[in-house]
């Protein structure tokens, strides 16, 4: 007789068995994670940096205990890192010592190498992840319910964790509707600096180049312009933080993106048009594959 095979939210609370989920930070990725597993029935305690936070975030529903001290940590079988790139790499050794022992830790911290590389020694059974969810808003009120439904969910285990941990975060992006996807930490900091960090440069320039056609091209924008600048307008801190944690791999991504411009201009500037043509087909069938 085959066994029945748990759905992804019974197969979290298995593993938990009945211990809360904690949440350090409460931002648009903390909270939106909060708001998600409260919304399926799990305890979720949290951790913030100001009180007044803290008030938010339960006036919110995004918690049902938080401090501003690690307090609520205690019993959690799994806690969640929502915390900025910088804080990640250099963790409060107050709040490593605050971990419960035997939990599972992970991040959501949008560049692995540095982190794993700053944590795994630190903290016995972390495992590093990566959402690939995200809005331009941040802060307490920024959490939204769904974010990470149907989105990649990145872990990057190093190999020396047991795997009981590496599954808890597995089951993880599951109950929250997230496609785990598994590979290296360079090799995703790799491949987030040119579809994602390489954007957020590109919208910022695109933008700032933009500006220089004054009141008109202001008012002449559309959708299309929205469309294409929507990450270069997001937060400015969140931009410093990614080329400082990633700055290797974005180099790289920013001269692939130089030649390739570079390209089109010669294309333009010696009136090949059936080329540019041809370029902008091989970009028309190359798009899909990335949605």
């Known amino acids: 007789m085959t066994a029945t095979k748990l759905d992804p939210v019974q197969q979290l609370k298995t593993l938990l068995a009945g211990a809360p989920i904690g949440v350090v930070g409460l931002g648009l990725m903390g909270g939106s994670l909060a708001l998600d597993l409260r919304g399926l029935g799990f305890v979720v305690n949290g951790w913030v940096h100001r009180q007044a936070t803290a008030t938010r975030a339960m006036e919110r529903g995004l918690v049902d205990a938080v401090d501003i001290s690690a307090v609520h940590l205690q019993n959690c079988g799994l806690v969640v890192l929502a915390l900025p790139l910088d804080q990640l790499i250099t963790l409060n050794e107050a709040l490593v010592q605050a971990m ?18 700053a944590l795994a020694s630190r903290l016995p059974r972390f495992v590093p992840s ?51 996807v598994y590979c290296d930490a360079k090799a995703h900091d790799q491949a987030v600096a040119l579809i994602s960090h390489l954007p957020v440069l590109a919208g910022a320039a695109l933008l700032q180049s933009a500006a220089t056609g004054g009141h008109l091209a202001r008012q002449l924008a559309s959708s299309g312009f929205a469309d294409t600048t929507r990450v270069g307008g997001g937060n400015p801190q969140l931009g ?52």
Do not use: C
């Not at 419960?100 to 590389?117: E, F, R, Y």
């Not at 969910?153 to 992006?173: K, N, R």
């Not at 933080?241 to 974005?250: C, D």
């Open 240 to 291: 410093r933080l990614i080329a400082q944690s990633n700055r290797v791999a974005l180099m790289a991504a920013l001269d692939l993106y130089n030649q390739e411009l570079k390209l089109i201009g010669q294309l333009i500037e010696a009136e090949q048009w059936d080329q540019l043509e041809q370029y902008l087909s091989r970009g028309q069938a190359m798009r899909p594959e990335f949605l």
């Open 100 to 117: 419960p022992p035997g939990a599972v830790i992970t991040d959501m911290g949008s560049v692995k190498a540095p982190v794993a590389a």
């Open 130 to 180: 990566h959402p690939m969810a995200g809005t331009a808003a941040a802060g307490v009120e920024a959490g939204v319910a769904g974010l990470f439904q149907g989105r990649p969910w990145v872990i990057s285990p190093s190999g020396q964790e047991d795997s009981t941990a590496v599954e808890l975060v597995e089951a993880l992006a599951l109950a929250l509707g997230a496609k785990p």
